[in-house]
């Protein structure tokens, strides 16, 4: 059992409010639904991680996709660096032990590959896993300080340097964590799929049967 | 506890509800033992044998009975339950999600004063909730005005330097009343407003 939680931060799969890059190509209602696979894909790897506490920091309600084994916090309101920042300091104050945060665009990801990057934050003092859009999909720190998060441009593709260039300046130590795809628009949903056939992900984007045209699109 | 807390809020003391973030907000649970404005709204529409869930201190199961409708409180503190008995109401001290009298023959269930937050995953409770109506049944529930954002929180009790658990609690928003009525497995979902305050049925 590691002493430490992963915090996921997602919005509830609600059509027009989540995943709304994919739209065109998917109708507003296929985006959600590849969002709730996604999230239900991101959770399931979660609730396999011997950890001590999983925390899902939502905007919106939870829905039949939440396995057991979750706390439900709410986001804070403002910008991504804001809820994320507020999100791991929220989780740390309900349980005072190391945060390891994720969102649900990379329904690739691996119970092994999260407790290997939570082994990797047990020997730093923050662990950083970069998106290959220039973003960043996993953060994770010893004891949260919002102020490194704050005011980090969001959605660039120099997000992930001006996040990592602060945790260098901030802390002792920074571990790696793989560079993943995360998924923002359908090139992108492709991708993940091929990668991660067994995921509900992919058999959801398999079932929407996109012509194979469409996804080369950015 | 929850209870203890909630039972020192009910004779009065200055118990804040605190969030994960640290805000906090006065309790007053005292305003849930004198009638509040629309309350009418609930008591009008409860037609057959009610189950008031979270009843509190009874507000509304006493005034129920007293109108001759049958009507069954459930709380999980017992103090609450204590002053819905000596109000001359029918009261017992239960979880929603345990044994409930009566399951499967409800004609109402009473959701007031922000219950449909309880357990903090109203889908799982209106499902629940759902078990125990009769066929036909309805819920009548108090919901958060259209444009507030629908949310799970982690909250706890506390009195000065008295602290209660952590606890989920949600707040479902009318704008969103329809949807979950719908996953949960209701057929026929609609919302009003009056007095202040918003109110859905389901059935």
């Known amino acids: 059992m590691i002493d430490a939680q992963i915090v996921v931060i997602a919005k509830e799969p609600v059509a027009g409010r989540a995943k709304t890059r994919l739209t065109p190509p998917y109708s507003p209602a296929q985006a959600a639904q590849l969002a709730a696979s996604a999230l239900e894909d991101t959770l399931r790897a979660v609730a396999q991680v011997p950890v001590r506490h999983r925390v899902l920091a939502l905007d919106g309600l939870p829905g039949s996709w939440l396995p057991p084994g979750f706390v439900v916090i709410s986001q804070r309101h403002g910008g991504l660096d804001e809820r994320i920042a507020g999100a791991m300091a929220d989780a740390h104050r309900l349980h005072p032990v190391p945060v390891?945060?994720?969102?649900?665009?990379?329904?690739?990801?691996?119970?092994?590959?999260?407790?290997?990057?939570?082994?990797?934050?047990?020997?730093?003092?923050?662990?950083?896993?970069?998106?290959?859009?220039?973003?960043f999909w996993l953060y994770g720190r010893r004891v949260p300080d919002p102020a490194t998060m704050l005011g980090v441009p969001m959605s660039r593709p120099d997000t992930g340097t001006v996040l990592l260039h602060r945790l260098r300046r901030e802390c002792r130590s920074v571990g790696l964590a793989p560079e993943l795809v995360d998924v923002d628009t359908a090139a992108d949903a492709a991708l993940v799929a091929a990668e991660a056939p067994w995921s509900r992900f992919a058999a959801m984007l398999e079932a929407m049967a996109l012509p194979a045209t469409a996804g080369a699109e950015r | 506890m929850i209870g203890e807390l909630y039972t020192e809020s009910l004779a009065g003391a200055a118990v804040e509800i605190e969030h994960v973030d640290g805000t906090r907000a006065p309790l007053e649970a005292t305003r849930w033992r004198e009638p509040i404005a629309g309350d009418e709204e609930l008591l009008t529409r409860c037609a057959g044998p009610t189950l008031d869930v979270g009843s509190g201190p009874g507000r509304l199961t006493v005034a129920l009975t007293r109108r001759g409708v049958p009507a069954l409180g459930i709380d999980i503190t017992p103090h609450a339950v204590h002053l819905t008995r000596r109000a001359g109401a029918q009261a017992l001290v239960r979880d929603v999600f345990g044994h409930v009298p009566g399951s499967g023959r409800w004609a109402t269930v009473l959701l007031a004063d922000g219950n449909i937050g309880i357990g903090g995953d109203p889908l799982t409770l209106l499902k629940r909730v759902r078990e125990l109506l009769r066929p036909g049944g309805w819920v009548l529930a108090d919901v958060a005005p259209p444009g507030t954002a629908s949310k799970v929180d982690r909250v706890r009790l506390r009195h000065g330097d008295e602290l209660g658990e952590w606890f989920g609690w949600a707040t479902v928003s009318a704008a969103d009343i329809a949807r979950l009525g719908v996953s949960a497995g209701f057929t026929c979902v609609d919302h009003w407003t009056r007095s202040g305050r918003w109110f859905a049925r389901l059935r």
């Open chain 1, 100 to 135: 390891m945060l994720i969102g649900m665009d990379t329904p690739q990801v691996t119970p092994e590959l999260l407790t290997s990057s939570m082994e990797t934050l047990a020997e730093h003092d923050a662990v950083y896993g970069p998106a290959a859009d220039g973003g």
